[in-house]
Nanobody, 124 residues
Framework: VQLQASGGGLVQAGGSLILSCAAS????????MGWFRQAPGKEREFVAA????????SYLDSVKGRFTISRNNAKNTVLLQMNILTPEDTAVYYC??????????????????WGQGTQVTVSS
């Protein structure tokens, strides 16, 4: 599956952004999906994941209550709604897909496919 992330940009602290990941090439509903981010000088970290049918989601503790992951299998897309953004959320955000298990994963090695990343910058 090919993944294309979009929606990043520059936003002030307290603002919102919606990231989108479009999938193509395979049956999208066969893939658990995740969002990760990588800030300069830091390792890539898990942000959120959603199961194949959207019935299960999980989040990094620091984004719980602010970020929401969702998917539309008919449109082959997964979204990350990000609210109350802080400068600490500044990073390149990546979407990822996994087909090896129905379970979601919160680590980079659990995913087989990656999008190209979209930059999110939050100014203070």
């Amino acid at each position: 599956v090919q993944l294309q992330a979009s929606g990043g940009g520059l936003v002030q602290a307290g603002g919102s952004l919606i990231l989108s990941c479009a999938a193509s090439g395979r049956t999208f509903s066969n893939y658990g999906m995740g969002w990760f981010r990588q800030a300069p000088g830091k390792e890539r970290e898990f942000v959120a994941a959603i199961s194949r049918n959207g019935g299960f989601t999980s989040y990094l503790d620091s984004v719980k209550g602010r970020f929401t992951i969702s998917r539309n299998n008919a449109k082959n897309t997964v979204l990350l709604q990000m609210n109350i953004l802080t400068p600490e959320d500044t990073a390149v955000y990546y979407c990822a897909g996994r087909s090896r298990s129905i379970l979601t994963a919160a680590y980079t090695g659990g995913y087989d496919y990656w999008g190209q990343g979209t930059q999110v910058t939050v100014s203070s």
